[in-house]
């Protein structure tokens, strides 16, 4: 079992920047894959970024590619989604995960992004 916990939501206007932080406990040396999804009122839940282990090849989808940038750092079991220019659209819950033959998810944090 892997446990994920998030960190970094929050208001921001329009142009600004968060970081978003998911720390990961239990099975890590298992985990092929983390990232992140966001879902907006209303809408499904969309992936936004993923880094794969071993490699750390990233994904990103085409809404903010240029702007999101999803890193991790080994020693402190810990991902990061550095988002920058952060538009209204961008206002969702964002939900950290982790695929290690079945999938994890975190609590979700809430990121608005104020016009």
């Known amino acids: 079992q892997v446990q994920l916990v998030e960190s970094g939501g929050g208001l921001v206007q329009a142009g600004g920047s968060l970081r978003l932080s998911c720390v990961a406990s239990?099975?890590?040396?298992?985990?092929?894959?983390m990232g992140w999804y966001r879902q907006a009122t209303g809408n499904q839940r969309d992936l936004v970024a993923r880094?794969?282990?071993?490699?750390?090849?990233?994904n990103y989808a085409d809404s903010v590619k240029g702007r999101f940038t999803i890193s991790r750092d080994n020693a402190k079991n810990t991902v990061y989604l550095q988002m920058n220019s952060l538009k209204p659209d961008d206002t969702a819950v964002y939900y950290c995960?982790?695929?290690?033959?079945?999938?994890?998810w975190g609590q979700g944090t809430q990121v608005t992004v104020s016009s």
């Open positions: 880094i794969i282990s071993g490699g750390d090849s990233t």
């Open positions: 239990g099975t890590i040396f298992s985990i092929n894959a």
């Open positions: 995960f982790a695929d290690y033959g079945v999938r994890s």
